[in-house]
């Protein structure tokens, strides 16, 4: 069945901590992997995506991904948050082409204290 | 900036009432998605369309639920009757599909519509 898990539901940090938010898939074939982030009251905005060639992949506001195709694994990671960076993470997952709809986590919760 | 527009960005109804929601994709997008996030569900898929036609309403209760896009610059999804396990956020979301690449799945969503039904 393909599927997406974020394991860690809440994250609490302190400001200038390190980030990693994992995210693996269960999908058959090529994937495309996508970040999704969706601030406090407003709708999801892409932060990152992956179609192919590198496998880290850098996005907006300092994150960035490694797709590790061994380890079915999209894990978002920023060297160090800001008070800006509590949000919502999704992780979603899709087939390459289209008409391949978007398979999404659950999100993972993060809180950053100041 | 382009943005997905939607209408009304809360709506606080009866149980029994019909509800729609409208949904202005960004221009020359041609493919247009419904959403609907719960905390307990978080997102659920409920309708695809691409140049229009709906490709995937499977996530949908088609007893009482119905997407259509009238013309590419309008989605609507109705409520009909509406029922308290109905209250969520419904977000609407457009993208970019060509036949080349999976920009289908780049998507810009809307701000969301809160629905409330007591």
């Known amino acids: 069945a393909q599927s997406v898990s974020q394991h860690n539901h809440h994250v609490i940090l302190s400001e200038a901590a390190s980030l990693e938010l994992g995210c693996n898939y269960s999908?058959?074939?090529?994937?495309?992997l996508f970040w999704y982030v969706q601030y406090p009251g407003q709708h999801l905005q892409l932060l990152l995506k992956?179609?192919?060639?590198d496998p880290l992949v850098k996005g907006i506001k300092g994150f960035e991904a490694e797709f590790i195709k061994s380890k079915f694994s999209f894990n978002l990671r920023k060297p160090s948050v800001q008070w800006s960076d509590t949000a919502e993470y999704f992780c979603?997952?899709?087939?390459?082409?289209?008409?391949?709809?978007?398979?999404w986590g659950l999100g993972t919760s993060l809180a950053v204290n100041p | 900036d382009a943005r997905v527009t939607q209408t009304p960005r809360h709506k606080v109804t009866e149980m029994g009432q019909e509800v729609t929601m409208r949904c202005q994709p960004i221009l020359g997008h041609n493919t247009v998605f419904w959403y609907r996030q719960t905390m307990m569900q978080g997102l659920e898929l409920l309708a695809y369309f691409r140049n229009r036609a709906p490709l995937d309403d499977s996530g949908m209760p088609k007893d009482r639920f119905s997407a259509e896009m009238p013309d590419a610059t309008l989605a609507t999804l109705k409520i009909q009757p509406s029922e308290p396990r109905d209250s969520a956020v419904y977000f609407c979301?457009?993208?970019?599909?060509?036949?080349?690449?999976?920009?289908?799945?780049?998507?810009?969503f809307g701000a969301g519509s809160r629905l409330t039904v007591l």
């Open positions: 979603a997952v899709s087939g390459a082409g289209n008409n391949r709809k978007l398979i």
């Open positions: 999908y058959g074939g090529t994937v495309n």
């Open positions: 992956y179609f192919s060639g």
């Open positions: 979301a457009s993208g970019l599909g060509t036949g080349l690449g999976s920009g289908a799945n780049v998507l810009t």
